[in-house]
T-cell receptor, first 116, second 114 residues
C-alpha cells in the first residue's frame, strides 16, 4: 500500500540555523507530493508541491524541497530558521488507486521547534 | 477573496446521535474535500466532491457521508456517532482536483462525542 513516512516526530533547531524535515514515500506510480504547515490554532497552509515538473521545488517563506525518485524522498529544507517557523509540518502524497480514483495520504507530522 | 468557512466551529454530541457539518468553499472552487484529524490517527482523507458527485474517498465506514450542492457548498454527515469520532474535521477546497491542486483549508469543526 502507498504510504508516507515522516522520519522525525520532533525537530529542534536554533534560530538562524538550517532546517531539514525528512519525508519518505512509497507509490506505485509518479505521485504528486505536498508539504503543508499547521500553526497553532490556525488552518493548514500549503508550503509547496511537486507535480512532475522540476524536481527542486521552491515554496513560500524560503522553504524548498527536492523530489528524489531513486530515494523515494521529498525532504523539506530551509537555509535559516525563523521563530515564526515553529509549527507542525505534514508531508502528503497523492495516491492513485487501481480504479484511477485518488486519495491524499498524510504523514504523521513533524513538530518544528525553533530556539532563540 | 473570502477563505473556506466551516460551521459550526464546535459541536458536542452524544453516542448514537448524528451530526451534519457544513463547508463553504472559496468562490470559484469546484472541488471540496473532507479530512479527520485526531491525535491518534493524525490527518486522514475522508472524501472529495466535485460537481455534486463524490469523486474520491478514503477508508471510512459508511456512517460517514457527504454531499455537494450546485453552488459547491458541501455538507458532511456522520450517523450513529461513536466516541472515536471525536476529532477536528477539516474541509478544504481547490479549483479542480484534490490529486494535484493546492488545497485551501478551513479552520475546522471540533466535534466532541460524549
Amino acid at each position: 500500500a502507498q504510504s508516507v513516512t515522516q522520519l522525525d516526530s520532533h525537530v529542534s533547531v536554533s534560530e538562524g540555523t538550517p532546517v531539514l524535515l525528512r519525508c519518505n514515500y512509497s507509490s506505485s506510480y509518479s505521485p504528486s507530493l505536498f508539504w503543508y504547515v499547521q500553526h497553532p490554532n490556525k488552518g493548514l497552509q500549503l508550503l509547496l508541491k511537486y507535480t512532475s515538473a522540476a524536481t527542486l521545488v521552491k515554496g513560500i517563506n524560503g522553504f524548498e524541497a527536492e523530489f528524489k525518485k531513486s530515494e523515494t524522498s521529498f525532504h523539506l529544507t530551509k537555509p535559516s530558521a525563523h521563530m515564526s517557523d515553529a509549527a507542525e509540518y505534514f508531508c502528503v502524497v497523492s495516491d492513485r488507486r487501481m480504479d484511477s480514483s485518488y486519495k491524499l495520504i498524510f504523514g504523521s507530522g513533524t513538530r518544528l521547534l525553533v530556539r532563540p | 477573496k473570502a477563505g473556506v468557512t466551516q460551521t459550526p466551529r464546535y459541536l458536542i454530541k452524544t453516542r448514537g446521535q448524528q451530526v451534519t457539518l457544513s463547508c463553504s468553499p472559496i468562490s470559484g472552487h469546484r472541488s471540496v474535500s473532507w479530512y479527520q484529524q485526531t491525535p491518534g490517527q493524525g490527518l486522514q482523507f475522508l472524501f472529495e466532491y466535485f460537481s455534486e458527485t463524490q469523486r474520491n474517498k478514503g477508508n471510512f465506514p459508511g456512517r460517514f457521508s457527504g454531499r455537494q450542492f450546485s453552488n459547491s457548498r458541501s455538507e458532511m454527515n456522520v450517523s450513529t456517532l461513536e466516541l472515536g469520532d471525536s476529532a477536528l474535521y477539516l474541509c478544504a477546497s481547490s479549483l479542480y482536483a484534490v490529486s494535484t491542486d493546492t488545497q485551501y483549508f478551513g479552520p475546522g469543526t471540533r466535534l466532541t462525542v460524549l
